[in-house]
């Protein structure tokens, strides 16, 4: 069975993006952190920054999803959306 998404809910999508980047920015601090700590001098990022890093993401994360929500809602109606194809729940 064929479905058109023909529009997406910007701030429903950007919320679970943001929390899905800030997850990621978790992830990704640890590691930032460690190159901070064994770089010459301290050189790099301090870290406030690296601290700051995954609500950084968050942010981004968030506004740059809604924005493409936007986006794709305004050309879902000239060009009629993505096409998916959903299985029947029951087994075969």
Same mark, same amino acid.
Request: some cysteine.
């Given at each position: 069975?064929?479905?058109?998404?023909?529009?997406?809910d910007p701030l429903q999508a950007a919320k679970i993006a943001g929390a899905l980047y800030f997850l990621v920015g978790l992830l990704v601090t640890p590691i930032i952190y460690y190159t901070y700590v064994i770089s010459?001098?301290?050189? #790099?990022?301090g870290p406030g920054f690296v601290? =700051?890093? +995954?609500?950084?993401?968050?942010?981004l994360g968030f506004a740059f999803t809604a924005l493409a929500c936007?986006?794709?809602?305004?050309?879902?109606?000239?060009?009629? #959306?993505?096409?998916?194809?959903?299985?029947? =729940?029951? +087994?075969?």
């Amino acid at each position: 069975m064929t479905h058109r998404l023909t529009r997406v809910d910007p701030l429903q999508a950007a919320k679970i993006a943001g929390a899905l980047y800030f997850l990621v920015g978790l992830l990704v601090t640890p590691i930032i952190y460690y190159t901070y700590v064994i770089s010459p001098e301290g050189l #790099g990022f301090g870290p406030g920054f690296v601290l =700051g890093l +995954p609500f950084l993401y968050a942010g981004l994360g968030f506004a740059f999803t809604a924005l493409a929500c936007v986006c794709y809602n305004m050309l879902a109606r000239t060009l009629g #959306g993505i096409e998916i194809d959903l299985a029947d =729940g029951s +087994p075969s």
